[in-house]
């Protein structure tokens, strides 16, 4: 039940920030019209807040209400038409956009100590000399640890202005005394892949969203995973949650030859707006895989409806979240803004994959859950059978094969998730980051040892001795520890601590490569 909860509660949060589920159109240009919001007389909202604000019985912070108000009217016609408020809509919009101004850094609080995870590569802290490790205990002079110690806290010190100075007091081991190291705050990029590298003959590019940096970020990746002489390339969407469609067509552009349909659009108010390919793709014939799971969603399934449709791609995993709506954002001059669905979108054969939202946005929200329930994330026949494929019109590839609309993107070769990395353990020490508070406590030593990730991967191995310790670690954090789980996700949790490890000193290319290594997922890929 816990855990059917955790995935209850993720599709909350991925619906409700409007960013991992949903896609964006840039700008207030849809099918070549431009779209505008226009008030005019005291409609009834503004009434009612008027009177609440000046009658009411007690205090009320009208702006929570009014907030509350205008997203109440916006789930009414449907899951993804959602207010955003000022914070949550410039969370979005930086990571969309690729960056933010700040100094480039990961931490993790480790008591009450801010640890550095990870730096961005040519940010402002790494031009500064930061490395993974170093502990920050002064900002500017002053103490920066402690129970008061709060992400918003910190978030609020590291960014700001670009070109304004920051000065971090570093700890770092070896150093006999604390070091003040000064750091102008400049713009940070923020990569929309997670990760690139070949494995022999074979290309693997994960991509985390897509944003107004994602095209150009993989065309740089495909000339260096070219050069390292991939043939066939692997294109990993699992988690990816959406963003803009103007970046999903660049993507699906690269695999496509010229006057292909890639997606159209279309609403009540909005005509059919068709999207092509042009004959500008840096990989419209090798070997082609990509992969999707249930958190797959809007742009992500653009991209591989495409690319199914047309006969482009084997797509491999489980069935897509079943995302088919267009939102806009609108902005209001305090930072709030609201995304507003303006349109459906349809896959080259015609079929929207928009699941059912008829029963409301709480029986929407609880899909997934019962995705689990009804055991279909463990058999094709189930996703088959699902309420959300029967009544749905037949569709067919470019080759005659045939595919299903709503409900998301069926895949071609239909893998089920693997048991042992959905354990409540697992879960628990994923949400406590004990993982990486143990390759800070304990690893750093072992992986000092190692020059390069490659040396690292292949040589380094997880024994039992190492595991037992880790156990004994987590077990002060976690206090019950289920044998039975253990028993279970043993290797799967000796995999993460080596993922972890690899991260730590070598970045992401290095933790996917760990993870892949046991991923049934992505070796079904590779025999494609």
């Known amino acids: 039940m816990k855990r059917i909860a955790g995935i209850i509660f993720r599709t909350v949060i991925l619906i409700l920030t409007g960013i991992a589920i949903g896609i964006l159109i840039t700008g207030d240009n849809i099918g070549g019209r431009r779209?505008?919001?226009?008030?005019?007389?005291?409609?009834?909202?503004?009434?009612?807040?008027?009177?609440?604000s000046t009658k009411y019985v007690d205090s009320v912070n009208t702006d929570s209400v009014e907030g509350a108000t205008v997203n109440d009217m916006l789930q009414s016609l449907d899951p993804h038409s959602v207010y955003l408020p000022?914070?949550?809509?410039?969370?979005?919009?930086?990571?969309?956009?690729?960056?933010?101004?700040?100094?480039?850094?990961?931490?993790?609080?480790?008591?009450?100590?801010l640890v550095i995870t990870q730096v961005n590569a040519g940010g402002p802290a790494a031009k500064a000399g930061i490395i993974t490790g170093d502990r920050i205990i002064q900002v500017d002079g002053k103490p920066f640890s402690g129970t008061k110690l709060k992400s918003d806290r910190i978030s609020k010190t590291f960014r700001g202005e670009k070109d304004t100075q920051i000065t971090l007091g570093v700890v770092r081991n070896g150093w006999k005394a604390i070091k003040n190291i000064p750091i102008k705050r400049g713009r940070v990029a923020l990569s929309s892949l997670d990760a690139a590298y070949t494995t022999g003959n074979t290309g693997y590019i994960k991509i985390s969203k897509f944003a107004s940096t994602t095209d150009n970020d993989f065309k740089d990746a495909l000339k260096t995973l070219k050069a390292e002489g991939m043939q066939k390339l692997v294109l990993d969407l699992r988690g990816n949650g959406g963003g803009y469609l103007n970046t999903a067509t660049a993507l699906a552009d690269e695999f496509l030859p010229g006057g292909k349909l890639i997606v159209y659009t279309k609403g009540s108010h909005e005509p059919r707006t068709d999207y092509f390919a042009t004959d500008s793709g840096n990989y419209e014939k090798g070997a082609l895989t990509v992969l999707i799971d249930e958190y797959s969603a809007s742009a992500s399934e653009i991209l591989a409806g495409a690319l199914q449709d047309l006969d482009r791609a084997t797509i491999v995993g489980r069935r897509s979240f079943g995302k088919g709506l267009v939102q806009q954002q609108f902005p209001f001059a305090d930072g709030t803004a609201i995304n507003l669905t303006v349109a459906r979108y349809y896959t080259p054969s015609g079929r929207s994959i928009q699941k059912s939202y008829k029963n409301g946005v709480a029986s929407y929200r609880n899909e997934l859950a019962n995705r689990v329930r009804k055991g279909e994330l463990l058999s094709a026949e189930s996703s088959l059978s699902d309420s959300a494929f029967i009544g749905g019109s037949a569709y067919h590839t470019t080759n005659g094969r045939k595919v299903f609309s709503r409900g998301g993107i069926m895949p071609d070769v239909f893998v089920p998730a693997d048991t042992t990395e959905n354990t409540q353990l697992v879960e628990d020490l994923a949400d406590n980051q004990l993982f990486t508070a143990?390759?800070?406590?304990?690893?750093?030593?072992?992986?000092?040892?190692?020059?390069?990730?490659?040396?690292?991967?292949?040589?380094?191995?997880?024994?039992?001795?190492?595991?037992?310790?880790?156990?004994?670690?987590?077990?002060?954090?976690?206090?019950h520890i289920n044998p039975a789980d253990l028993k279970l996700s043993k290797e799967f949790i000796k995999t993460l601590i080596k993922a972890h490890a690899a991260r730590f000193k070598w970045g992401n290319n290095a933790y996917y490569r760990v993870l892949n290594t046991s991923d049934t997922t992505f070796k079904i890929a590779l025999l494609q």
């Open 438 to 479: 143990y390759v800070i406590d304990r690893l750093q030593p072992v992986i000092a040892k190692y020059a390069t990730a490659d040396s690292f991967i292949d040589q380094y191995h997880i024994t039992e001795e190492v595991l037992n310790n880790f156990i004994a670690y987590a077990s002060q954090t976690v206090k």
């Open 35 to 52: 779209i505008g919001l226009s008030f005019s007389g005291p409609d009834k909202i503004s009434r009612v807040l008027d009177l609440v």
């Open 86 to 113: 000022a914070k949550q809509a410039r969370s979005i919009n930086e990571r969309l956009e690729g960056g933010f101004n700040g100094i480039g850094l990961e931490y993790q609080l480790l008591r009450d100590t």
